[in-house]
């Protein structure tokens, strides 16, 4: 999901379908113990940054306001 992930910076992308590469990166991951530190420490940051519960909330009810103020 590349709303979500960067690819290379905190975690990997690879096409619908290709199993062979997303075998590849998961090998490579586990065979790589300063690349699997850094993505997944690097996915821990991007988690806490742009989905923690305090940030979500609030734009969860101001989109609600938004719904229930309209003329829907």
């Not at 910076?9 to 690879?14: A, N, P, V, Y």
């Not at 490579?28 to 690097?42: E, G, I, M």
Request: proline share 6%.
């Amino acid at each position: 999901m590349p709303e979500l992930i960067r690819n290379g910076r905190d975690g990997f992308l690879e096409p619908v379908g290709d199993i062979q590469r997303q075998a590849q990166r998961t090998l490579q991951l586990l065979l790589d113990p300063d690349l699997h530190r850094k993505l997944s420490d690097a996915a821990r940051q991007t988690a806490i940054e742009r989905f923690d519960i305090r940030r979500i909330i609030p734009l969860y009810e101001q989109y609600y306001e938004e719904v229930k103020n309209s003329n829907l």
